[in-house]
């Protein structure tokens, strides 16, 4: 079982917002029975996010501002798939050197997501990052800047990061499935996982 690729005939296509990050356009779609519906949704570049764990089984949590909720959101180091051609293991790794400040030397896969499937076209990979070090802040010359500024970085034990999503307390979505994923993960060593290279469907 398994989700496989597939387009229905789109009849019409429509923008209706062209924004900074997401653009919202509105299809016109052939259905069965030779139906047409209009769907709306959001396109959206992408993104990437970090699952860091450290020798002694701890998550890097970082608090960051999202207007959209009004939540200060515990969540993974994170962000947007806009370098054309980049590797994503590589963005991967540029947002933890800059949001967290570490480096990592094994990476792997850890889960692919569509976050809103009905509504949005994005695609995010959570990988995991292991055998870390802390960059030197002299070595470090990314500027942090609006929700970024102050963001704390907290290590949190797994089996507590996974009693706080349970519980509700951690709400942001690729957090939550990546520190899941990575507790279910560790329940066979990690032998699971997929390469950092790892195609996506």
Do not use: C
């Not at 501002?65 to 993974?76: A, G, K, N, Q, S």
Request: no cysteine; hydrophobic share 45%.
């Amino acid at each position: 079982m398994a989700d496989t690729p597939e387009s229905w005939d789109v009849v019409e296509s429509k923008e209706r917002f062209d924004g900074h990050v997401i653009k919202v356009v509105t299809d016109t779609v052939r259905m069965p029975r030779d139906e047409a519906a209009e769907r709306d949704y959001v396109v959206h570049p992408g993104s990437v996010a970090v699952l860091a764990l450290d020798d002694q089984d701890r998550v890097l949590l970082i608090r960051q501002y999202r207007h959209p909720t009004r939540h200060l959101m515990w969540e993974l180091p994170a962000g947007l798939r806009d370098v054309p051609g980049e590797p994503l293991v590589d963005a991967a790794a540029r947002e933890l050197a800059e949001e967290a400040g570490y480096r990592a030397a094994t990476w792997h896969t850890l889960i692919d997501l569509r976050t809103s499937p009905g509504m949005s076209d994005e695609r995010i990979r959570v990988f995991l990052a292991r055998d870390l070090t802390k960059i030197p802040d002299e070595d470090n010359g990314f500027v942090h800047r609006h929700e970024e500024i102050d963001m704390p970085v907290k290590w949190v034990p797994l089996p507590d990061a996974v009693e706080k999503a349970l519980m509700g307390m951690i709400h942001n979505s690729p957090a939550v499935a990546g520190i899941l994923a990575a507790y279910a993960a560790s329940v066979e060593g990690l032998a699971l996982l997929r390469p950092a290279d790892a195609p996506e469907a």
